[in-house]
């Protein structure tokens, strides 16, 4: 804390200290009655200055300060309200991901307000308490106890103010608004209505507004982090959370290398490193894209394995990927030469120059790991010619896709993205194989890493492949050069690599009897350079707005099919079942894993890039809509087609 905010907190004594005895001082600081409103987003403005609580310069960094600036609905001043099981709010800074906080679990005054990673510690949790027309925001630091609040020094009206804990007196610059997004600035202690504010009751139509700045973690897509393993170096639990939480980065590519064991069988410690590696992606919210090779050298001998070594080894490792499959987001071959990335190589024909044996022993290993992961996943190969020797040259179509077929389950990585007019050997013929991989990689799962700098990585260059060739995923950490110019244009990079899922609309029936149906049609849009790759739900869910209780219905609809630039668009006619409870459901739309392990994991499932409507602690996006289940409805009997509503 800085000797500046010491003195800004000593400075407000003569004004607001006062005696144990004081009755009204007394009467504030216990007017700790919690206020509920909706999980919604929340712009918070000072009744004072008018001015609205905001991270400070837009920083996505730990601990960077909150301070008061003018209202200018930018996503570094929105707050993702989560309620929490105590009846205090976790707030959630949406350009960032990062919680509001004290800076430390100390109830003193001027303590600084900042945000921090997200860990549900006592200075991350606020209490909202009404405060006529506005509330109380108060921290709920150890031995507060609900005696200090949010507060502006000084009653300071100026930009940049640094907001901080203090004793609560209840005047103005301790007196905050909370303004739902799209409800206005003036929202009172009630939460949101119209717009995107809240769930507005009934049928109709409702138009959602699309989020096209906001930076955040989606499964299996964007940039992520290369961490290289030889067994000593297992992977760090609180840097992978951080990933996540303070740079929005939900994958990591995995590469073990294995050149410990060219002559014998991998360790048993080995295997029990890579089990607690995958464990620790698990605990989190990561998934992981996965390499094996033995060497990195370019100088002869290599030091990769022999074709029999490589699938002995596979065979060994082939219980711990079956066992994490589900966080394996793909796997590429690797195994093979330098890096295995199929070109220096000791065994299986090097520099180009195979044999058609040795193209046998690189197939063989092709399908082995093939044979290892569910029909669900995906391996991935370094060039397309590779893919086209051995599963034909034609692109796949769509009606091939997603057969579990060998060729409908080979993917591809460009491992020197952008760096000469053929990608240093990438392509054989550029014009003919981006063809080919526009085409293709709609169903398959596209990524790589830039290697070089050159007249092909500028910004217009690389965005236009990366549109075309439907990229998912590139390395962040490599290479540097390259993103550095790029600019501020790696933002787009970051938003758009794989996925962006939005709702554009919806239109719903107002309700249903038990035993009823009603209709739903929805338009989703992918703003992103790519499908999804792997399976993903779809759900909608109505939940109780007195009990809680959920009803989900599992919709018949794909999102590997959801391409990018276009709506599609999702009509559905629900069945509410015969003992449904009567009253008001509030609609939302889930799109989990559809993995056992992962489907109730928030982390796991598709944030739509909408503004308001994301709830991270169900991992579902709101609808916007009520429906209302009543014996009285005039709904048609459930029939045939309809997908059952269930408890």
């Known amino acids: 804390m800085s ?22 001082l007394d009467e504030v600081s216990q007017r700790d009655t919690p206020v509920t409103i909706p ?21 996505q960094a730990q601990g960077s300060s909150v301070v008061q600036r003018d209202c200018d609905g930018g996503a570094s001043s929105l707050w993702q309200l989560q309620r929490l099981s105590d009846a205090t709010y976790q707030l959630v800074a949406q350009h960032s991901g990062q919680c509001l906080a ?65 004793t609560c007196h209840g005047l103005d610059n301790q007196r905050w608004i909370l303004a739902p997004l799209g409800g206005g600035m003036d929202g009172g202690t009630t ?38 393993s030889d067994g000593s170096n297992p992977l760090s639990q609180s840097q992978l959370s951080a990933y996540r939480t303070g740079e929005a980065i939900s994958l990591i590519l995995r590469l073990f290398y294995l050149d ?64 994490n499959a589900d966080i394996i987001a793909t796997l590429q071959v690797g195994l ?113 890493e830039t290697c070089a700098t050159s007249s092909f990585t500028g910004w217009a260059n690389a965005s236009a492949d990366m549109e075309r060739l439907h990229y998912s995923y590139l390395n962040r950490d490599y290479l540097g050069a390259v993103y550095t110019g790029w600019g501020s244009n790696i933002d787009i990079a970051r938003r758009r690599l794989g996925y962006r899922l939005a709702l554009v609309d919806g239109t719903f029936d107002g309700g249903a009897r038990p035993g009823g149906e009603l209709k739903v049609s929805l ?30 219905a599992k919709l018949p609809a794909d999102p590997r099919r959801f391409v990018p630039g276009a709506t599609q668009r999702i009509d559905v006619r629900l069945c509410v079942p015969a003992g449904a409870p009567e009253g008001t459901y509030a609609l939302s739309l889930a799109l989990p894993d559809p993995e056992p392990a992962l489907h109730n994991r928030p982390e796991y499932a598709i944030r739509l890039a909408n503004t308001g409507l994301w709830d991270a602690t ?25 997908v059952a509503l269930i408890p």
């Open 3 to 24: 000797a500046r905010v010491r003195l800004l907190g000593m400075a407000l004594l003569p004004l607001f200290a006062c005696s144990p005895a004081d009755p009204t």
């Open 39 to 59: 999980e919604l987003v929340y712009s918070i403005k000072s009744v004072n200055s008018g001015k609205c609580a905001a991270v400070s310069g837009g920083s």
């Open 102 to 166: 004290v800076v430390t679990n100390s109830s003193q005054n001027g303590q600084q307000i900042v945000q921090s990673r997200c860990a549900g510690a006592a200075n991350q949790k606020w209490l909202l308490t009404d405060a006529s027309g506005a509330f109380l925001v108060k921290p709920q630091t150890s031995g507060a106890n609900n005696r200090k609040c949010m507060d502006v020094p000084q009653s300071s009206k100026v930009n940049g103010a640094q907001l901080i804990q203090w």
């Open 191 to 228: 939460g949101g209505g119209g717009g995107t504010g809240g769930p507005t009751p009934g049928g109709g139509t409702v138009s959602y507004t699309v989020d096209n700045t906001t930076i955040f973690a989606n499964p299996e897509r964007g940039f992520y982090h290369h961490e290289e």
């Open 260 to 323: 410990s064991f060219r002559s014998g069988n991998i360790s048993a410690s080995y295997l029990a490193g890579i089990s607690t590696d995958f464990d620790r992606v698990r605990a989190a919210g990561l998934k992981a894209v996965v390499r094996f090779a033995y060497t990195s050298s370019m100088s002869k001998p290599y030091g990769d394995a022999s074709r029999d070594r490589v699938l002995g080894h596979l065979a060994q490792l082939k219980p711990i990927l079956q066992a």
């Open 336 to 448: 093979v030469g330098a890096w295995g990335e199929w070109y220096y190589t000791d065994y299986f024909g090097d520099q180009g120059s195979v044999s058609a044996a040795q193209w046998d022993d690189r197939k063989a290993v092709v399908e082995a790991l093939l044979a290892i992961l569910p029909s669900t996943r995906t391996v991935q190969l370094r060039t397309p010619a590779f893919k086209q020797r051995f599963y034909g040259a034609s692109a796949l179509t769509s009606s091939e896709a997603f057969s579990a077929t060998s060729r409908a389950r080979v993917g591809h990585h460009n491992d020197c993205f952008l760096a000469s007019a053929d990608d240093e050997g990438t392509y054989g013929n550029a014009t003919a194989d981006k063809s080919y991989l526009a085409a293709e990689n709609l169903f398959v799962p596209q990524g790589g």
């Open 523 to 552: 338009g989703l849009r992918n703003d992103g350079y790519a499908p999804p790759y792997n399976p993903r739900s779809v759900e909608i869910i109505a939940r109780n707005q007195s009990t809680g209780a959920r009803l989900v």
């Open 618 to 642: 169900t991992g579902a996006n709101s609808l916007q809509r009520t429906i209302t289940i009543s014996a009285s409805s005039t709904s048609p009997a459930c029939s045939a087609g309809s």
